[in-house]
Every structure is written in C-alpha cells, then in structure tokens.
C-alpha cells in the first residue's frame, strides 16, 4: 500500500478502503518506528536466508545450529520456524535411501547380530559401523556406476574412512578396512555391516580377527539392524547427490569426498551436543 501510493500515486483514502483499513490505522503503522525485535528478526531472516542459499537441505533446527555456533545468533527454534514459514523458506525434500548390498549366497563365515541395536557407544572406537553404497553418473546415454565403501564410529558418527571404487567387491571392502586400520591402529572395535557376500568371506573375517575386533552381523532382512549406517546413506544422497545429475566420473568422486570432509568437521549434530562428529571426538581426547 504504501508502495502503491508513493510510487504510483494511487489516493491513500481509496487503497484503505479497498484493503477494508481504517486510515488512522494507515498512518499509526506508517510511522511508528520498528522495534528491536522486528530490527532482530530482519538481520536473523537475512542470516537464514543465506544459510538457506547454500544448504537448502537444512530444515529449521539444523538453521537455528547454525545460527548459535557460528553467526553467534542465540535464538530458539520457535523463532527461525516462524520466520522460515513467513519467508516461505522449506528444506529439500526427503529421499529413501537404497542400498546396493548383495547378500551372500554361500557364505564363508555368518556372525551373530551383537549390537542389537545398541546404537549408543561411550568411547571413540568401541563400535564401527560399515557397509557399501551405488552412485550413477552419465555419459551421454550411457549409465556409469561407482560405489562409495565407509566405516561410521558410533560414539561421535565420524566416518573413520572410505574408499571408492568402480567395482563393488572384496578389494574394495579390505581397501576401507585397511584404511582405517592405518588410521585407528590402537582401535579393537565391535565390527558391525550387513551380509554382504563381501563381510562375510573367509579373507575378510581373518582380518578382523588378526586386528582383535570381534564381527556382528544384521539378521536377514533387517536394515534398521545398521540404521545409523543406512542413516548416513540418506543425509549424504539427500544432500549432495539427489537432484543433481553427475556425467563425469572425477566430478562425481569429488563431491563425494568433499561432502565426507564436510560431514565429518563442519555439519553440526544435534546428537553431538550441536558440534560437528571430529569437534565431538577430539572434545573426548581432551577430556580423558
């Protein structure tokens, strides 16, 4: 209204009349001064606009994080989901994950599920997680496929480590395990994943055995038996991968890498006590 009659010259008296307003009220709003909590909510919606901008996957409690650890802006989660509404800003929407795991025809060695579903871990390195994951990039027509292998620690959800790899097989698994090893050399986990024909070879149970971690195993057709695992799985895809169309290999495994890097020392966890999964692990090797 008020752009309608200064820009456009349109008579205040017939724009209240139209708007059903009376012009004293008009006027009352036109020049009583904002006050501080609309001047704070106008510099908070600035702030949520731009982390919006950048990570449209975060929905109003990661932005309210976000907004305490690093814009220093103490505010609740009320207040941001107000302003989100009012600013019709949403999170992207949620996709299911998929696993790409294939189940062992002939198994060498079947463990027993010892995590049942004990997702809670008191220290780095008591329980590890891992399983394998696709990814598609194109060519023209042409389909390509890649496949993401990661161990998650239970105690701060870090990814210990990952490899990638055209092909989803046993190096590919012994690759991570290695990795992680050179990495943990100290760390004698429960060693948890699905039974995929990979986990559940004779070469790989050796491993575990000389590195003294003892092998758990989902039941057969129960996912949430690695949920934190499948979990991963979805915040990296939704994030990163769903909605974007990849057709270069490097591109592909950039993103992926650069994600992980950023998962693991700036994405923020409520779980966590709002830090970040390395924040989290070096805060317990100070603490010990």
Known sequence: MKELSSTKGYPTKKLCKYLKITR??????????KSDSEIKNERISEEIYNIHKQHPDMGYRR?????DVNYKIVVNDKR???????KGIQ???KWRPKSCTRSARNPDHIAKNYLHREFHADMPN?????????????IGIEVHKIYLSAILDLYDRRIVAFKISNHNDNPLVMDTFDEAVRLEPEAHPLFHSDRGYQYTSAQFHMRLKDHHMKQSMSRVAHCIDNGPMEGFWGILKREMYYGHRFTNRDNLVDAITDYIDYY??????RKLNVMTPMAYHNHYRLAA
Request: proline share 2%; charged share 30%; net charge positive.
């Open 24 to 33: 004293s009220a008009y006027y009352r709003w036109l020049n009583h001064p």
């Open 80 to 86: 941001v989901l107000r302003i989100c509404r009012n």
């Open 63 to 67: 932005i309210r994080d976000e907004l």
């Open 126 to 138: 008591e329980k590890w997680l891992t399983d394998v994951s696709e990814f598609k990039y194109y």
């Open 91 to 93: 999170s992207t929407i």
């Open 264 to 269: 693991n020392n700036r994405r923020l966890q």
